[in-house]
């Protein structure tokens, strides 16, 4: 006895120790994960590579399955492709045809013409270049005094709304060719960053850096409209996911290509940066960027997420057909045109979410038409404390909870909460538009169940060594007393039986159980299988399953019964009774109990034990389960509420039934012709027998006319008929007999 407690001290002493180990993890992870989020720039941010590819993985997969929503934007992209180049050549094309396209553009009503190409060099093919190449010194006089293409290019695009694009590289400007920061060109805009004048708070320092850039032309800069920049930062799998509005250029801040088309776009003459309203200048940081009468939502870095959309290809309209003239000026009128390129050698290629290659000028138009819709997916800034709690709650509630409870049962509420989980990180993405990590809070879950589980195990080991298993079957009474009386087919395999099928499901309990106590309803839910499965054991039925709050009920298995049909339709129209007369007494007492929808079948199938040599399921298998089923179902088509198919009233002779109609259900080739009983309707709501089958006879003939004026006659007496109602919509929508084609289930 004295060991005996001695060892229960060690194992309460083992689960507190596992207890304040899992408090004190989970704590220092979400401590960590909600650092890394408000400190990106600490060497102490923890954002492992491969969580951090886990977490792009997620909001890939997110784009993946809910794309952008189809608003219409005015932006158009003119691709300079492979069909371009084979009708004017190769790149880079001489200034004056892009002088030509720009004209013809601007003609066309365009209000923005932004470039995401390079024009940095002079261009080789003007007469001053050609110039150069000729030892005549009469032709070289001759070239000289041609007006150069670059020129020509810049009178072009005075007035035009042009804006160039320049690259910035973090090269040392001391190593490259490039242009270095201070010689920055007369930029046509300004940043305003309000409140901060100090460089060690100003929540700019936090924009994307270069030293060096390559600009356009000083002869086309200065006739631009405006500059912008042409970087992407793409993720470490060079996957483009964010467009950057602002960037740095040493000390300088200068807007993205996209950013600057829009300022343009609005004739807005700067961009203007807003930050955080916090109390600790150093976590201050940009919140959102106005662009003319556009407020942009952006990320600490003044960055915008991407959210991709399917309806690219109307979007871009070839280089050469502008040209050539054989495209509409509608398409371009007051809109903001990119002009970019998809031909692979012209190395402008990027990944988007589904690994394909796509254009890079794709990028910026999709930032443009999210800004310009207002269609913005954001993760903000607060996200990562966020998914901090919910790590830490949520791996507490399961490792503390696994220390008590059975595997199965920890199991079952581990999945619960990651259901839940990803079903509100899943509703934040599609109706909320908002980026949550649920990768960082579903590894800390998983790791706690799999910890706690595994300590909890090995303390249920050191007090008992050896555990029974023990395997309980629930089956109907038939079915025991059947292995009872023959115990050699309690064996694996199937046998083919004609047998009848009872499907029941009622009406609204997921919303019920939305809105009520959960134990209260469950108590309730009980009380109700209860009483239905004393009905079907009454009618010596075999329970199939029960799934949730609808039963299956399957009669002649294992015990041949010749009746069956008989047993399944009075079985039916008895729980249809009861489960009324139950939904009735609830009601009085104020709890929305629903009715009960019941379909019947009877057909061949395969009955026999199935699953494995550990356990038995008995069940049949073949498509009149899936009939029975559908025919449930179909009740709230019809407006009826227990649905039987013929070959149940022709084993039921003398069935008191009404006609349905031939019905094709879903998935389905051939009709099935299907009846209501008489026993479940309502005699002072519906048609008399005789009228409605007066009614149905002209239906079925064919004759749309008589049949249509029958039930307008019916309908007049019985409104609330639902079958008359049924048959008279359809006879208003066209239909010329009783074939009903459902196209749901």
Request: aromatic share 8%; charged share 20%; glycine share 6%.
């Amino acid at each position: 006895m004295a060991r005996n407690r001695r060892a229960s001290r060690r194992s309460g002493n083992s689960t507190q120790a596992a207890v304040v180990v899992l408090v004190i993890c989970s704590l220092l992870y979400a401590v960590a994960l909600a650092w890394a989020g408000f400190g990106k720039q600490s060497s102490l941010a923890f954002d492992p590579y491969v969580i951090r590819q886990l977490r792009l993985a997620q909001f890939d997969q997110f784009q993946r399955w809910y794309q952008r929503p189809r608003v219409a934007a005015p932006v158009k992209v003119v691709d300079i492709d492979e069909a371009s180049l084979k009708a004017y050549g190769q790149w880079p094309w001489p200034r004056t045809r892009i002088a030509e396209m720009v004209q013809r553009l601007h003609v066309a009503g365009a209000k923005v013409i932004a470039f995401d190409v390079l024009l940095s060099e002079p261009d080789r093919t003007s007469p001053k270049a050609m110039a150069e190449l000729w030892q005549d010194p009469q032709i070289s006089v001759l070239l000289r005094g041609l007006p150069d293409h670059d020129e020509v290019l810049a009178k072009t695009m005075v007035g035009a709304g042009v804006v160039l694009g320049t690259l910035f590289s973090d090269s040392d400007p001391e190593t490259t060719g490039n242009v270095a920061p201070v010689a920055l060109p007369k930029l046509p805009y300004r940043v305003i960053n309000k409140g901060h004048d100090d460089s060690e708070q100003d929540p700019a320092q936090r924009l994307y850096k270069f030293e060096t850039a390559v600009w356009p032309l000083p002869v086309l800069s200065a006739s631009a409209s405006g500059l912008g920049a042409i970087n992407f930062i793409p993720d470490p799998d060079s996957v483009v996911r964010r467009v950057p509005m602002l960037m740095r250029l040493g000390d300088k801040v200068v807007p993205s290509l996209s950013a600057e088309a829009l300022r343009v776009y609005q004739g807005a003459a700067n961009h203007y940066v807003s930050t955080k309203d916090v109390a600790n200048p150093m976590e201050a940081g940009i919140q959102s960027v106005r662009i003319g009468q556009r407020v942009v939502p952006t990320d600490d870095k003044a960055e915008i997420w991407l959210q991709y959309s399917a309806d690219r290809a109307n979007k871009f309209i070839s280089a050469a057909q502008v040209l050539d003239a054989t495209v509409g000026a509608e398409e371009f009128k007051g809109k903001i045109v990119l002009v970019g390129t998809s031909v692979p050698g012209l190395l402008d290629l990027r990944y988007d979410p589904w690994g394909e290659l796509m254009p890079g000028v794709r990028t910026h138009a999709m930032a443009l038409e999210q800004m310009l819709t207002g269609q913005y997916l954001e993760r903000q800034s607060g996200a990562s404390a966020a998914e901090a709690l919910l790590l830490l709650a949520g791996s507490l509630i399961v490792g503390l909870y696994a220390m008590r409870a059975t595997a199965r049962r920890s199991a079952l509420l581990t999945v619960v909460l990651l259901l839940s989980l990803w079903t509100g990180v899943w509703y934040a993405y599609v109706v909320e538009h908002l980026l949550l990590d649920a990768i960082n809070p579903t590894l800390a879950i998983v790791l706690s169940f799999i910890l706690t589980s595994i300590v909890h195990h090995v303390v249920t080991e050191r007090e008992r060594r050896w555990v029974r298993q023990a395997f309980s079957r629930y089956v109907s009474p038939n079915r025991v007393a059947h292995l009872m009386a023959h115990p050699d087919q309690l064996r694996l395999g199937g046998q083919r039986r004609v047998c009848s099928f009872v499907f029941t499901d009622l009406v609204g309990f997921t919303t019920l159980m939305e809105k009520t106590d959960p134990a209260q309803v469950v108590a309730q839910l009980n009380e109700y299988l209860e009483g239905m499965l004393e009905i079907v054991f009454k009618h010596e039925g075999t329970l199939e399953r029960i799934m949730g709050d609808a039963v299956a009920v399957l009669f002649s298995a294992p015990v041949t019964q010749p009746d069956h049909c008989q047993r399944a339709l009075d079985c039916a129209l008895e729980m249809h009774v009861f489960a009324s007369a139950y939904a009735v007494r609830l009601q009085a007492q104020g709890v929305p109990w629903g009715y009960t929808r019941i379909g019947v079948h009877s057909g061949e199938v395969v009955v026999g034990n199935f699953g494995g040599k550990a356990l038995f399921d008995y069940r049949a298998l073949g498509d009149p389960i899936n009939t029975a089923a559908r025919l449930e179902s179909v009740n709230k088509h019809l407006g009826t509420q227990v649905c039987v198919s013929q070959a149940i009233v022709d084993g039921c002779p003398g069935a008191r039934v009404r006609v349905v109609g031939r019905l094709v259900l879903k998935g389905r080739s051939q009709p099935l012709r299907t009846y209501e009983p008489l026993a479940v309707i309502n005699t002072a709501q519906c048609a008399s027998v005789a009228d409605y089958a007066a009614a149905m006879q002209l239906l079925e003939s064919g004759d749309a006319t008589a049949a249509l004026a029958a039930f307008q006659g019916l309908a007049a007496i019985h409104p609330q008929d639902p079958l008359v109602a049924l048959h008279l919509r359809r006879l208003h929508e066209g239909a010329s007999d009783d074939l009903i084609v459902m196209s749901e289930k």
